[in-house]
Nanobody, 124 residues
Framework: QVQLVESGGGLVQAGDSLRLSCAASGRTFNRYTMGWFRQAPGKEREFVAR????????YYSDSVKGRFTTSRDNAKNTVYLQMNSLKPEDTAVYYC?????????????????WGQGTQVTVSS
């Protein structure tokens, strides 16, 4: 059974940094894309970043490009989202997700597995 468990959220001030972790278990993910999405109150869930597990290639939304970095640790089966220069508009519940590599890109419906989410709140 696939499990994705996020951690690392919290309350920070604008300009601060946070690192989210997503511990993956239940299968091998070397043919998967690991995505990060977020959902703010009253808004639709939006794509943030993704990493192709075997190649390490990364992609970002325009709103976080240059500030956020996603990476993976093969030995720990864990994906990370390093968030720097946080802004109040980054406030949301952040989710990690796993989808088959040749299907999953920036659309949430392409991802088969989801974590429970972790809250990130950025105060001004």
């Amino acid at each position: 059974q696939v499990q994705l468990v996020e951690s690392g959220g919290g309350l920070v001030q604008a300009g601060d940094s946070l690192r989210l972790s997503c511990a993956a278990s239940g299968r091998t993910f070397n043919r998967y894309t690991m995505g990060w999405f977020r959902q703010a109150p009253g808004k639709e869930r939006e794509f943030v970043a993704r990493i192709i597990w075997d190649s390490g290639a990364t992609y970002y939304s325009d709103s976080v490009k240059g500030r956020f970095t996603t990476s993976r640790d093969n030995a720990k089966n864990t994906v990370y989202l390093q968030m720097n220069s946080l802004k109040p508009e980054d406030t949301a519940v952040y989710y990690c997700a796993a989808g088959v590599q040749w299907i999953a890109a920036s659309i949430d419906k392409d991802y088969a597995y989801w974590g429970q989410g972790t809250q990130v709140t950025v105060s001004s």
